[in-house]
């Protein structure tokens, strides 16, 4: 399998990664169930759009579940009994280890030309989809049409980005909706590793946050390296602040970094 790699992805620009810290607030304050259209919704900031779909991918149960969609109808249903399994997203979820995978993500899965007629008979054109991988075999899926193709690079880098906030808000809200207590494990960090993963919610690279603290680009590379395992091993960068941020750890407040 051919696999685009991380230097592919359209680092955003410090305006964006002001409006991406909104949303990531916007995103873990929200209670329950009844804020999740508005927080996919957010995307539209970034990214206009004309149809969105969100839901959950069951991969035990081979069975996709949308929550919210303003697809046609009968494109919903054929596409959630049917169509599903020929997305490059579910593909990943189950032939892949990654935490967060999109429909841009494989060079050699190619969507059947029959699904791809299917959508055109809809009105459906350029497609992105998403997931991020869960526990126990649950992960959450997103799915976004009709956008500028020439943006289809930076949804990609978006949701590679906000997907693991998107992942915790859904999984914290339809506990909440089923009125199981949602058990969030302390994280500890030292003070470095804080400073490091403030930084890194700023959008700062790595070698912009060695200049800013006076270290070696391999001592970032290092505390960052801990922090993942700190948070259950995540893969990445974004998947850490997702999972930092939600412990109540997290911060945007710019008076504290020093």
């Not at 790699?5 to 169930?33: D, N, T, V």
């Not at 490059?88 to 280890?97: A, D, E, F, S, Y």
């Amino acid at each position: 399998m051919l696999l685009r790699g991380p230097e592919s992805f359209s680092y955003p620009s410090r305006k964006e990664f002001g409006l991406l810290g909104e949303i990531m607030h916007q995103i873990r304050s929200g209670a329950g169930s009844a804020e999740l259209p508005s927080m996919t919704s957010v995307i539209g900031q970034l990214i206009p759009h004309q149809f969105a779909a969100y839901g959950a991918f069951h991969a035990p149960k081979q069975a996709l579940q949308i929550s919210q969609t303003n697809y046609n109808a009968e494109l919903h249903h054929l596409y959630v009994t049917q169509g599903f399994v020929t997305d490059p997203t579910i593909k990943l979820l189950q032939m892949t280890n990654m935490g967060t995978v999109s429909s841009e993500d494989s060079l050699d899965l190619v969507v059947p030309r029959e699904v791809t007629s299917l959508k055109l008979d809809f009105g459906i054109k350029e497609c992105l989809s998403a997931g991020v991988r869960g526990v126990q075999g649950t992960s959450t899926y997103y799915l976004f049409s009709n956008f500028d193709k020439k943006l289809m690079g930076k949804l990609r880098t978006m949701m590679q980005i906000l997907g693991p906030h998107f992942h915790l808000a859904y999984m914290r809200a339809t506990t909440l909706a089923q009125n199981i207590p949602l058990r969030i494990k302390p994280v500890v960090l030292t003070h470095r590793e804080e400073e490091i993963m403030r930084w890194v919610a700023e959008g700062k690279t790595n070698w912009e946050i060695s200049i800013i603290l006076h270290v070696s680009l391999n001592t970032v590379k290092f505390h960052l390296k801990n922090v993942y395992g700190k948070l259950g091993g995540v893969e990445n960068r974004w998947a850490a602040v997702a999972q930092w941020q939600s412990s109540g750890s997290g911060s945007l407040d710019h008076d504290t970094i020093k």
